[in-house]
């Protein structure tokens, strides 16, 4: 079990929500999806990839939970 800062969860600071997995063939440069249609993230080359996911922006986001 992963251990958890208590810090990051009271200060509401936690974005683990917001990771995303990137999809794999698309790192391979083999995903014939397109980025509407792969339920994995396809990000751009200037965002940076860590373990495999991406944090996406609330901000990017929160337009569509408004709706």
Same mark, same amino acid.
């Given at each position: 079990?992963?251990?958890?800062?208590?810090?990051?969860?009271?200060?509401?600071? @936690?974005? =683990?929500?917001?990771?995303?997995?990137v999809? =794999?063939?698309?790192? =391979?440069? #083999?995903?014939?999806?397109?980025d509407?249609e792969? #339920?994995?993230?396809?990000?751009?080359?200037?965002v940076?990839?860590?373990?495999? =996911?991406?944090t996406?922006?609330? @901000?990017?986001?929160k337009?569509?939970?408004? @709706?």
């Amino acid at each position: 079990m992963a251990m958890v800062n208590m810090n990051n969860l009271l200060n509401g600071k @936690d974005s =683990r929500w917001l990771q995303l997995e990137v999809c =794999r063939e698309f790192q =391979r440069n #083999k995903c014939s999806r397109p980025d509407t249609e792969c #339920k994995f993230a396809h990000p751009p080359a200037n965002v940076e990839v860590q373990n495999g =996911r991406v944090t996406a922006c609330y @901000d990017s986001i929160k337009v569509g939970l408004q @709706d």
